[in-house]
């Protein structure tokens, strides 16, 4: 295939030679022979042959380079592959788009793809359309719901520069067409362990790759562990490890599960502990090689406790209880009743930030115990820009805010002029 380089380089060199040089032609009268036909007078036919060999052959080599020009882009811009998207939910769905948009082929990759697909032909579509459908036949099959609300959406795409765009765009897009729903994005670059994890166990390279990151980030699961879940069970995991090459709008659902606050308060009744006394060191998902399981730490009266809690059922499956010498966690941790919703966290920090979530993305919010206070982590980024807020979970009252500016790897710089409108959101 010819480089767009080389073809510019002969299609000059060959304009060069249209202009023939007038010293090469003799200074002789032109005749009108019969008809319409001209000629130079005094001139013999091989002579006129020559003349016109002179302007012709320059001419034709000019029109082919032209054809084929012309012919190479309109194949690359109409048929050729210009990158590889990847739907997973369960049903794991293959997206095949030139570089207008237009859709060249969408594949099934396992059988619950295919009643998603259900014999619709998007050959030609636009991307836009096509994910418009599949996404709606996917909410109507009951595969996103309340419960299960994770969609994960993988580019494969030589261009990392285009294929970021990509991957921004299709984030945006797909998290405008589910109501409350979590959209995981990411690049993937396939390479030997991605494609060996996808073929030995049947999975999207998409899948296998959001695999192969968490588990190298998190640096306590293996791949075989973690094939086995769903992709909304990753998602829930991969917000405890915040993986960078991931970007996610909106919160994976906790509704099929008994909560953060719902295995603390298991754990502290197991213990016969009084909420009031006891200090949270930690409480988040875990996933035990079997299950998702959350891990409850706290400290009360001077024991340390250490709980693992069945995220589903709430059963207790290990408590540990240890004498601890260290009487300087008196400090006590606020009821984790009545603390407000993530949704509104979020809409706290991105006024206050002045911005919309059409103007951000890796859009972060974890519920956390620090010195005794109970409080979200809010993150976000704009444009360069990211933001990192500290709110009190119960009052919504602001704490503290950092900027970091990532072109320039300058340092996070506090915000402290906080104004009191900013501080009274939650009563609006």
């Not at 995991?237 to 295995?263: F, H, M, V, W």
Request: charged residues 30%; glycine residues 6%.
């Amino acid at each position: 295939m010819l480089k767009k380089k080389r073809i510019i380089d002969s299609l000059r060199e060959g304009y060069s030679h249209l202009t023939v040089d007038k010293e090469n032609l003799p200074e002789i009268p032109v005749e009108m022979a019969q008809g319409d036909e001209w000629y130079l007078a005094g001139t013999t036919l091989e002579k006129r042959k020559n003349h016109y060999s002179a302007i012709l052959k320059p001419a034709l080599a000019l029109t082919c380079l032209l054809i084929v020009f012309f012919g190479i882009n309109t194949y690359q811009n109409t048929y050729r592959s210009f990158a590889t998207i990847y739907l997973d939910v369960n049903p794991s769905i293959e997206v095949t788009i030139n570089r207008n948009d237009k859709v060249l082929m969408v594949k099934a990759l396992n059988e619950d793809a295919e009643k998603i697909i259900d014999g619709m032909d998007f050959r030609g579509s636009s991307l836009k359309v096509t994910l418009n459908a599949l996404i709606g036949s996917l909410v109507r099959n009951g595969y996103i719901n309340e419960v299960n609300n994770s969609v994960l959406v993988s580019i494969a795409n030589t261009d990392i520069t285009s294929g970021k765009q990509l991957e921004n765009e299709l984030l945006n897009e797909i998290s405008s067409l589910i109501e409350n729903g979590s959209v995981l994005s990411q690049q993937v670059y396939a390479d030997d362990n991605v494609k060996a994890l996808a073929e030995e166990y049947g999975i999207s390279l998409g899948k296998a790759q959001l695999i192969i990151d968490l588990a190298d980030s998190s640096g306590t699961y293996s791949y075989r562990e973690l094939v086995g879940l769903t992709v909304h069970e990753l998602n829930l995991l991969n917000k405890k490890t915040e993986d960078a090459s991931t970007q996610r709008i909106g919160e994976p659902s906790d509704q099929g599960y008994i909560g953060i606050n719902g295995a603390i308060q298991i754990a502290l009744k197991h213990a016969g502990a009084d909420e009031s006394g006891a200090y949270i060191d930690e409480a988040e998902i875990e996933y035990d090689g079997t299950r998702l399981i959350y891990e409850v730490e706290f400290r009360f009266e001077g024991y340390e406790y250490d709980y693992s809690i069945d995220a589903i059922s709430g059963t207790v499956l290990f408590a540990e209880k240890e004498k601890n010498d260290d009487q300087s966690f008196t400090t006590s941790v606020p009821s984790v009743d009545g603390v407000i919703d993530l949704e509104k966290v979020q809409h706290l920090a991105l006024k206050h930030a002045g911005l919309n979530h059409s103007q951000i993305a890796e859009l972060e919010t974890e519920l956390e115990y620090e010195s005794g206070i109970l409080k979200y982590e809010v993150v976000f980024v704009s444009g360069n820009i990211e933001y990192t807020y500290e709110i009190d979970a119960k009052t919504g009252e602001i704490l503290e805010v950092w900027a970091e500016n990532d072109d320039e790897n300058s340092n996070e710089d506090d915000i402290d002029d906080y104004e009191d409108e900013d501080d009274d959101e939650e009563d609006d």
